[in-house]
Nanobody
């Protein structure tokens, strides 16, 4: 599975950006699609995740500002980021889990990452 991310860039505090990630290749059943981020010197953290049933999970610092959505037919996941703050600056990585077979083997995949910088 190959993940192609797009949409990062520079935004001012209070601004908005939209990240997109498209999965391609041999795909069986992507159950989890998520966005993580990693800032210099910090651990990678989960930003938001969405399951195939549409249920979502957000880290506390982005609740009410970010919205994750997915298109199951197209195997895409988007992250709408509003009211951006300087502390949102990080490399954002797309992550999916493809579940295969009756025994549900889980195969995780990561994108290359896209830079988001929030600065005046």
């Amino acid at each position: 599975v190959y993940l192609e991310e797009s949409g990062g860039g520079l935004a001012q505090p209070g601004g908005s950006l939209r990240l997109s990630c498209a999965a391609s290749g041999v795909i069986f059943n992507i159950e989890v699609m998520a966005w993580y981020r990693q800032a210099p010197g910090k651990q990678r953290e989960l930003v938001a995740a969405i399951n195939s049933d549409g249920s979502t999970n957000y880290t506390d610092s982005v609740k009410g500002r970010f919205t994750i959505s997915r298109d199951n037919a197209k195997n895409t996941v988007d992250l709408e980021m509003n009211r951006l703050k300087p502390e949102d600056t990080a490399t954002y990585l797309c992550h999916v889990v493809d579940v295969v077979g009756v025994y549900r083997y889980e195969y995780p995949y990561w994108g290359q990452g896209t830079q988001v910088t929030v600065s005046p």
